[in-house]
């Protein structure tokens, strides 16, 4: 009896790459992961599996070799894609399609078990959780601007309308990192589309060739977007300037993003 449970048990634990969060971008399809290991001889029609969210909506549900569309949540009916030919080998990974800031921070779980081949409703595994992920859904940021004001001394970074909340850092002469003391970062939310759009100013210190970074990181793109004033040129005229700009996208480029 006790070697039969662990035998179960082993069957349908996921394997050990297991993934605890899925990140993606507004609009995009990413795959839910998941495997099942089944003995390679497991009839689809002794299967059973089920996917839910936080919230017990079901996003799919797969009975016996045949899909439950009526179990299925409104909020989820048509986003969701199965992999019919992956699930012989216990691949019950599903697909989210059109994800929206809706699905941000959703909690997914995916439910499997195996009836028993010689009796009705008698399973060979209950029903046990076999994987569970939280999907992170963000927008990119957009139009980085840095402007250095030469009067008041003050460099503004600025960038637009992206999910979730940038971590911003300002470099001065290209390594020393500022303190947060001496940022001044709001990021302001719309209230419709919870995107956000950021200001961040330093004072920068006197003398010649200040010149400053300001890098923005999305934490759930792992994407940095640098702008880099370099102001060694002789442009006192100018009260604002925003020359020498440059926008790099951390992943195009293997920017390293310095946390805190
Ligand atoms: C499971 O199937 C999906 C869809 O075909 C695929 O993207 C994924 O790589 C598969 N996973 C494994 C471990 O085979
Ligand atoms: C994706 O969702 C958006 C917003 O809900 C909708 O406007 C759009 O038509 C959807 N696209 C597809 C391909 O389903
Ligand atoms: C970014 O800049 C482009 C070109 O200047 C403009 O068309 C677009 O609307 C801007 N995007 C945002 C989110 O402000
Ligand atoms: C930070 O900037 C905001 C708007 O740019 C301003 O209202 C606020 O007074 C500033 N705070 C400090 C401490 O400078
Ligand atoms: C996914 O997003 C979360 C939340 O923003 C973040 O903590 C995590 O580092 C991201 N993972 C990757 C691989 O970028
Ligand atoms: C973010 O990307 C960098 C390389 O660009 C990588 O070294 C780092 O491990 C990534 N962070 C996460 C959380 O995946």
Known sequence: MFIISVACFLLLVSDATEVLY???TVGESPVLPCILMLPATTDLKLLRFYWQDDRAYVLYSF???KEMHEH???LYRDRIAAFPQDITEGNISVKLENTTLEDNQRVFQAFGAVFDSRGRNRFEFEFRQICQMTLHVAVPYKN???NVNKETMTAVCTTQRGFPKPLVKWRLHSQHLLDLQDVN???LQDPHDHLYTLTSTIVIPGGPD???TCLVHNPTLNVTLIAM???GEAE???PSLAGALMVLDSQANHTPFFPT
């Open 22 to 24: 899925v990140n993606t």
């Open 63 to 65: 009975n016996k070799g």
């Open 72 to 74: 299925v949540h409104e």
């Open 144 to 146: 980085i601007s840095l």
């Open 185 to 187: 970062t709001t990021a």
């Open 210 to 212: 200040p010149s400053v």
């Open 229 to 231: 004033l370099n102001n």
């Open 236 to 238: 006192t005229s100018r």
